[in-house]
């Protein structure tokens, strides 16, 4: 095996990562990442400019991932294969918070006909692990997995209000937020404002920030020790429930469901 060289031996000591971790798997999982809505397919050049690697660096990664039958090549492109769902499937099957949830949504949504979701905190995205809607207009499973930014949903904002103050303030201080709506706040003061108020009240209320008239409800989801695990929302259209009347007719519910669950979570 090559004597790793001594700039990479640098950066991985400053990093403290120890001589355990793995370079090559770590460069797959970034070139894994670097796929999404925006980068449904890439070129050899694009993928190593993703994720900042020389070209021969991606190309062996990209080889590797193709003989895994985890990304296929079309010519110069490559992209995604389905296989790649096999590494989400086991994780929302190992995942009790996802295998507990997934029901509890389907219910609260078919009860109060607006959508239901659990997401969990991943750096400043919310990730939903659970989703349910009162029509199948949509596929659920095209939902699971999705991402949105925290700081302008109401699952975000109790995740974030989860966090210990020092990890909340550092992200809130390296944060570019961007402005999804017209109603989108994005000044970092303000935004501190509104997660310590989520963190008060023991839940969020967005208005818009996210989609244009579209209203977020969202409650901490605790395990049994007391430690926030998840987030759980409603959402609805504006013009269906007034403000006030989103938190009168629903908070309760989410709080007694979010309760009920609280000795499930492990």
Known sequence: ??????????????AALGPDHSEALARGIAILSAFGPERRQMTLAEAARAVDLPRATARR????????????????????????????????GANGVSALL???????????????SVAMLDGAEAVFVAYGQPSR????????????????????????????????????????????????????????????????????????EMELGFRSLAVPLRRYDGRVVAALNLGAPVALHASGEMAARFLPLLLTEASSLSQQLL
């Not at 790793?4 to 400053?14: F, I, P, S, V, Y």
């Not at 389907?106 to 959508?115: L, P, V």
């Not at 303030?169 to 570019?176: F, G, H, K, N, P």
Request: proline share 7%.
């Open 1 to 14: 095996m090559p004597r790793l060289r001594a700039d990479a031996a640098r950066r991985r000591e400053e």
């Open 61 to 92: 990664a990209l080889l590797t991932l193709a003989h895994l039958g985890l990304v296929e090549a079309d010519g110069r492109l490559f992209r995604l294969t389905p296989r790649v769902l096999r590494l989400a499937s086991g994780y929302l």
């Open 102 to 116: 997934q029901p509890c949504c389907e219910r609260i949504a078919a009860a109060t006909g607006a959508n239901c």
């Open 137 to 208: 207009l949509v596929p659920v499973n095209t939902m699971i997995g999705a991402r949105l930014p925290a700081y302008c949903t109401a699952l975000g904002r109790v995740l974030l209000a989860a966090l210990p103050d020092p990890a909340l303030y550092s992200l809130l201080a390296t944060l570019d937020a961007k402005a999804v709506t017209p109603r989108t706040e994005t000044d970092p003061a303000r935004l501190r404002e509104a997660i310590l108020l989520a963190r008060a009240e023991g839940h969020a209320l967005v208005e818009e």
